[in-house]
């Protein structure tokens, strides 16, 4: 089973720039996930969707931040404009159910970093 | 708000050596805890999912253990290896299965 994709793996742009970063997830799991990660922290949500509805972006700062899944597969997420406190990295996941819970899969990350 | 703390945030121990990692919650109110290891520049990688109603869980040299009473899991690497090296994050769901990390612990196997 192939794993979440994310691209690119690496980002570095100056402030005020735009960026966007891909992800793909588990062939069937309904649920995508951004997190943000600065270094030294845990991962923290920016937005959940269930298929292409979102779910929960109560974290995501929505005058720089957007996200979207379009046709419930693949998403995007964009930064217009950046800001050096954007540089960290950027992780998809998705999730399956086990049982009556939801574990959730990690791709390996974009790493952004802000001049 | 569901908060999660790591303790130590870092640990170095020889090669060989039995050692435990914990985690605290403060609402116990969680439906499961899991258990992930980063490697650095790397995505998670799941290691362990306890569901609310058990106890612990086991694969090889991990075991994790669930106590929703004290809001606490612990995380026991026995035999450590140089590979282990890595940090080991613990994460508890919020509603709609939003996670809530902790920073993590930072794990160096010396050989």
């Known amino acids: 089973e192939a794993g979440v994709a994310q691209s690119p793996r690496y980002k570095i742009i100056e402030k005020r720039q735009s960026v966007a970063f891909w992800c793909n997830p588990i062939s069937g799991h309904a649920t995508l996930y951004w997190y943000q990660q600065i270094l030294g922290q845990g991962p923290k949500l920016l937005i959940q969707f269930q298929n292409n509805g979102v779910v929960d972006d109560s974290q995501l700062p929505k005058d720089r931040f957007s996200a979207e899944r379009l046709k419930g597969v693949d998403s995007t997420l964009k930064i217009q404009p950046a800001k050096l406190e954007d540089s960290a990295v950027y992780l998809c996941a998705s999730s399956r159910l086990v049982g009556r819970m939801y574990e959730q899969f990690f791709g390996p990350g974009t790493r952004l970093t802000v001049l | 708000k569901q908060e999660v703390t790591q303790i130590p945030a870092a640990l170095s121990v020889p090669e060989g050596e039995n050692l435990v990692l914990n985690c605290s919650f403060t609402?116990?109110?969680?439906?499961?805890l899991q258990w992930f290891r980063q490697d650095p520049g790397k995505g998670l990688t799941s290691l362990l999912l306890i569901q609310s109603s058990q106890r612990e869980q086991t694969s090889g040299r991990l075991n994790a253990s669930l106590d929703k009473s004290s809001g606490r899991s612990t995380l026991y690497i026995a035999a450590s290896q140089p590979g282990d090296s890595a940090t080991y994050l613990c994460?508890?769901?919020?509603?709609?299965?939003?996670?809530?990390f902790g920073k993590g612990t930072k794990l160096t196997v010396n050989p």
């Open positions: 609402d116990s109110a969680i439906y499961n």
């Open positions: 994460a508890v769901p919020r509603v709609s299965e939003k996670l809530v």
